[in-house]
């Protein structure tokens, strides 16, 4: 039997943080194996925010060469920028065709987003999620793994993939939420009742893949935690979300369970357990950016990867776009 399709997308906004790493990374990496994995490097979905182009370039090529530092394999998995992709913008204009301006009107993205950049509310903020959906209809993917903030806009690719397969036939295949087993919800370290999150304006706040040793300790020893001297994990408990989103961080990175990291700490305090976990964290990204630095300093190798993934990419997404195409009454020619 052939293996199920995943696909998921990362926009280069920012380096990948702790969060991005142990909420939906990790899982990319691990999930190589069982399923066919897609993932793409969201440039066009990143343009709804005014970008500085130099930046956007190297921050695309930045977070390529650390999805492949943390394990995804060029060889098995396609990693592909968008951008390098023709099909996704004209499957998206074809899609828009096929969404209704209520059902985006709906979309609490889009509501959040445009309440923030008020100076900029383009039209394609507010058609992200057709975007969106044209990039897992492509690849016919069965599966996406998406956050608790992107399901909306999958339950609109499938009601956009419905729609299309009854007014014609069966075109798309319905993409499903995809919930890891495992990942862990990492928190603000400066307030942990938030997600950690790319945009933040406190640097305290997130640690980013590619900190240094000292950076990811620094912020560690910051953290914010509460005055209690007792470090056990008590779930939904907000006066203590900074000590369970530093055990389930210490937790994550060391494979402990929670109860064996509450039992190495008891009886110690709280300034010692953030040096550790901060340590820990460290250990895990000295592996990663070692990789990282190695990747990024082969420029020929890198874009090497990105051609061949973008060629294999427009040959898959090619065959669902010619059928739409077809299907809508298109002309074709050989
Ligand atoms: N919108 C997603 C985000 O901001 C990124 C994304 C783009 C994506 N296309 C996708 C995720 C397709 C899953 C599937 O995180």
């Not at 190495?264 to 460290?282: L, N, S």
């Amino acid at each position: 039997m052939s293996k199920k399709i995943i696909f998921s997308g990362i926009q280069p906004t920012n380096t990948p943080h702790l969060g991005n790493y142990l909420g939906a990374l990790k899982n990319w990496v691990n999930m190589q194996d069982e399923y066919d994995c897609i993932y793409s490097v969201v440039d066009l979905h990143a343009i709804t925010l005014r970008q500085e182009p130099a930046k956007l370039r190297a921050q695309t090529k930045e977070t390529y060469a650390i999805l492949m530092a943390l394990g995804i394999d060029v060889e098995k998995t396609l990693l592909f920028v968008q951008s390098h992709n023709q099909h996704h913008a004209e499957l998206a204009w074809t899609l828009s065709c096929y969404t209704q301006f209520g059902e985006l009107s709906r979309m609490t993205q889009f509501k959040d987003k445009s309440a923030k950049n008020e100076e900029n509310i383009n039209a394609g903020l507010f058609t992200y999620p057709i975007l969106q959906a044209a990039d897992i209809l492509l690849y016919q993917a069965d599966l996406v793994p998406v956050g608790a903030d992107q399901k909306q806009h999958l339950e609109l690719s499938r009601d956009i993939a419905v729609r299309f397969n009854n007014a014609y036939s069966e075109t798309f295949t319905l993409p499903e939420p995809y919930i890891p087993t495992s990942a862990a919800k990492v928190k603000s370290l400066t307030e942990p009742t938030k997600k950690m999150s790319k945009s933040d304006e406190n640097p305290g706040a997130s640690v980013g893949l590619l900190d240094s040793r000292d950076e990811v300790i620094r912020k560690f020893k910051r953290a914010v935690t509460d005055s209690d001297a007792e470090i056990v994990f008590d779930e939904g408990n907000v006066e203590k979300s900074g000590i369970n989103n530093l055990l389930s961080i210490y937790s994550a990175v060391s494979g402990k369970s929670i109860s064996d990291c509450e039992g190495e700490f008891a009886g110690k305090g709280y300034g010692d357990f953030k040096i550790a976990v901060g340590e820990a964290v460290a250990d895990a990204f000295a592996p990663i950016q070692t990789e990282y630095e190695r990747l990024i300093a082969d420029k020929a190798y890198l874009e090497g990867c990105m051609k061949s993934a973008a060629e294999k990419s427009l040959r898959i997404s090619g065959k669902t776009l010619r059928k739409v195409y077809k299907k809508i009454g298109f002309v074709q020619y050989q």
